[in-house]
T-cell receptor, first 115, second 111 residues
Framework: GAVVSQHPSRVICKSGTSVKIECRSLDFQATTMFWYRQFPKQSLMLMATSNEGSKATYEQGVEKDKFLINHASLTLSTLTVTSAHPEDSSFYIC???????????FGPGTRLTVT | GQQLNQSPQSMFIQEGEDVSMNCTSS?????WLWYKQDPGEGPVLLIALYKAGELTSNGRLTAQFGITRKDSFLNISASIPSDVGIYFC???????????FGKGTKLTVNP
């Protein structure tokens, strides 16, 4: 399957600061990437769909000004959590479809802890 | 958001036993997927199903796309300790690129 990486794998930040998470497709070009959030012992919830060269499409209830998504190249999408608060602490996972498959392949996730 | 009904929520089995889990939806899906997630990792795609009635295997795993297109099941035969993890079903409606996930089935295999 297609390989998707995320960086960092873990990050701890103070309340009020911003954190950037990177999602990269390593062996394919990804025109579409997806950002999910997963709270402990819960399922994955889609936050937004990121399309290269255009604005991201956010799911209902997700604040676009708080979760900034940039998809400036075919191999990189970034999610910036602005003015983070403890309730933003979660596991953030990106995924992408490869050129040869319509199915989503997931990155390893980023554990965000806001203190 | 929309979610699939996945059951059971958790399973505790002995090594060597077979396992079955399923997902149902009120909506018709064009695609059913099964993923496995290990702790602290992203989900890994196990099986993808595209046609009603389709039965697909991947090693000891077998999954089926229900005839009504509103359900799917995953079977694991002769379970081994490394099968431990959380299994998620996911569905995609026609014309959509988004996936809807079930709540997951946590599998524990006792050696």
């Amino acid at each position: 399957g297609a390989v998707v990486s995320q960086h960092p794998s873990r990050v701890i930040c103070k309340s009020g600061t911003s954190v950037k998470i990177e999602c990269r497709s390593l062996d394919f070009q990804a025109t579409t990437m997806f950002w999910y959030r997963q709270f402990p012992k819960q399922s994955l919830m889609l936050m937004a769909t990121s399309n290269e060269g255009s604005k991201a499409t956010y799911e209902q209830g997700v604040e676009k000004d708080k979760f900034l998504i940039n998809h400036a190249s075919l191999t990189l999408s970034t999610l910036t959590v602005t003015s983070a608060h403890p309730e933003d602490s979660s596991f953030y996972i990106c995924s992408s479809t490869s050129g040869s498959s319509d199915e989503q392949y997931f990155g390893p996730g980023t554990r965000l802890t806001v203190t | 958001g929309q979610q699939l009904n996945q059951s059971p929520q958790s399973m505790f089995i002995q090594e060597g036993e077979d396992v079955s889990m399923n997902c149902t939806s009120s909506s018709i899906f064009n695609t059913w997927l099964w993923y496995k997630q290990d702790p602290g990792e992203g989900p890994v795609l196990l099986i993808a199903l595209y046609k009603a009635g389709e039965l697909t295997s991947n090693g000891r795993l077998t999954a089926q796309f229900g005839i009504t297109r509103k359900d799917s099941f995953l079977n694991i035969s002769a379970s081994i300790p490394s099968d431990v993890g959380i299994y998620f079903c996911a569905g995609r409606e026609g014309g959509s690129e988004k996936l809807v996930f079930g709540k997951g089935t946590k599998l524990t295999v006792n050696p």
